[in-house]
């Protein structure tokens, strides 16, 4: 099912988001200029702290789901620039509170700012950010992009509660998890999605179809960062293998293993997860348990599900260089790091 | 200037809220019906924690502002009633975050949410609130509304930011600790004031004058809590005389101690307040210097200036039973606790 370009010589061009990059180049370069501007203040900690998270980069992937689809639509003006800054705001302030909440130290290779700066201005450059993020809004002046923002933010908060309550319970089912992953980060990807058709004033099944896309994309997105947590090969990812262990997160990989497990496996993962009693040799025995049921490679075909949902909702567009590249983001969610 | 009623033997009546609490009654059980419905969530956790601080209440003052201005602009509709509830979930939110931040373990009499539940759901509810006062804001769907509540949310986020900075440094001037006030406290006061003139649909001139009420009774009311800190009777305001001093925190009284203190204060004042260096005699020692001084007494001076001011933006309002309340309301801030 992927989009995958024979070379000739029988190896495959592996997927990556260099075409949408390409495609939304200029745009962004804007984008990142409206998000340099609105990040000031007077106060000097706040673009400093800011600046180290938004640096730190990661894909901006969601602000470029809002110039994709704005562009796939036909947008013609400037809207969406200003949008796909209050998107990855949102996203930043997000990152910053989650690294308060899991008390992380290191995230993309690089120090978290709670690390350098500690949780309290943390706590407080996240708020910033996120109150930058309703102006960008409220100067665009749309109250359906607005309504369409502000609940994705409501839901994200309440995932992440939702998390904090579940993220130790090894009975977590697979439908809970899910919902956790949907508001912890597939929302915020069918948001930013909706968002470009709603600049381009699309009707309503193109907006629907583009959330959809983004909200698919988004779990097959987390899944894989839930897969890459026990089998990346750390140096490609700039993250660490087993951060999710260390902090007693449930996720698909271990409620599969824990769920097909024996007893005694059982309470290995009750132990490690629920009473986090971890010993150094526990890492590699999680990593085999999980290898021994094939759990890795089922979270990725679930991904691979989702993949083909977000690929299909884009079926009511026509063809069009932003369309491929989208449904290559999709590959590379799924692909990245294997 | 007070507002004072002369009983007949020579009492005078203490100004309280109780005339604008009587006259607000019936919208603001209303605003409290929404707050528990708009609290609501299917992860428990939300309600329970935010039901915590909100049902350890206070004196709800900011949604009263918007409540109250609205009804003395004339405002027939129930607009007010979501955007009140509104403005009490951005207060929440940021109560929970300060609480975090401070490390402080009660708030008004009671152990503060992160510490019932820890900083996590603390910091993740109060993200939850922001977003469901922003809903709340979009349903109503004034984009000026939406302007006033989320740029008194970036300078409130930012007044955090800044005070973390200065929060220990005694050399802070009265006019760096009147910026930190100003975004810590009064813009909130000031959006809630002006909200009530925007939903009535009154001209600029209103809501300019009701917001200047708003920020002037927000700093009187600050100025005070900041001298109660060293000077209240304990159980009346159910709040710790010293938690300014232990957190090192510098506020007016001190500031004016500082700089009218010779050598060896200062020296005094540097050791407990930026070195964070503390003997259990020192807060009785800090209270001593401020009465030296007199600083207790010029701080709430200064709140008489500011509420004086308060009082004169009202002038522009004709007579009306909530016109005298909200000048009663300066006079309760400047004389509570005395």
New interface residues.
């Given amino acids: 099912m992927s989009v995958v370009v024979n070379l000739g010589d029988g190896r495959k061009k592996k997927p990556s988001l260099e075409a949408l990059g390409g495609l939304v180049a200029t745009d962004m370069k804007r984008v990142n200029e409206i998000i340099l501007a609105r990040m000031h ?3 000097p ?2 673009p400093e702290l800011a600046g180290h998270i938004i640096a730190a980069g990661g894909k901006r992937l969601r602000p470029m789901l809002t110039i994709a689809t704005a562009r796939l639509c036909g947008h013609q003006g400037d809207r969406h620039l200003g949008l796909a800054a209050s998107v990855e705001f949102i996203h930043t302030a ?1 990152l910053l ?1 989650d690294d ?2 899991d008390e992380s130290t290191l995230r993309r290779g690089h120090d978290t700012a709670n690390a350098v700066w500690g ?3 943390s ?3 996240g ?2 950010l ?3 993020a ?2 960008l809004m ?1 100067e665009d ?1 749309s ?1 359906e992009v ?2 369409v923002l ?2 994705a ?2 839901l ?3 995932g ?3 998390q ?2 579940t993220s130790n319970d090894t009975s977590t089912t697979e439908q809970a998890y899910l919902d956790v992953i949907r508001g912890k980060t597939a929302q915020l990807f069918a948001a930013a999605a909706r968002v470009g058709a709603i600049v381009a004033e699309r009707p309503k099944a193109e907006a629907d179809a583009l959330e959809s896309y983004g909200m698919n994309l988004g779990i097959a997105f987390q899944l894989v960062d839930d897969a890459l947590d026990y089998a990346a090969r750390q140096a490609e990812l700039g993250k660490t293998v087993g951060d999710d262990f260390r902090e007693g997160k449930i996720t698909l990989p271990v409620i599969l293993a824990f769920m097909r497990g024996a007893e005694d496996e059982r309470r290995f993962w009750r132990r490690a997860l629920e009473d986090g009693d971890q010993k150094e040799t526990d890492l590699a025995e999680a990593i085999r348990l999980i290898e021994k049921h094939g759990t890795i490679a089922d979270t990725l075909a679930r991904a691979r599900h989702y993949g083909a949902i977000a690929r299909d909702a884009l079926g009511l567009f026509p063809d069009h260089p932003i369309k491929r590249a989208l449904a290559e983001a999709i590959d590379f969610a799924i692909e990245r790091g294997y």
Same sequence: chains 1, 2.
């Fill in positions: 203040s007077k106060v900690l706040i997000t509170h308060v909440v949780n309290q201005p706590v407080l450059v708020d910033f996120f109150t930058r309703f102006q409220v002046g109250l607005l309504a502000s609940n933010s409501a994200i908060a309440e992440e509660v939702a904090l309550i």
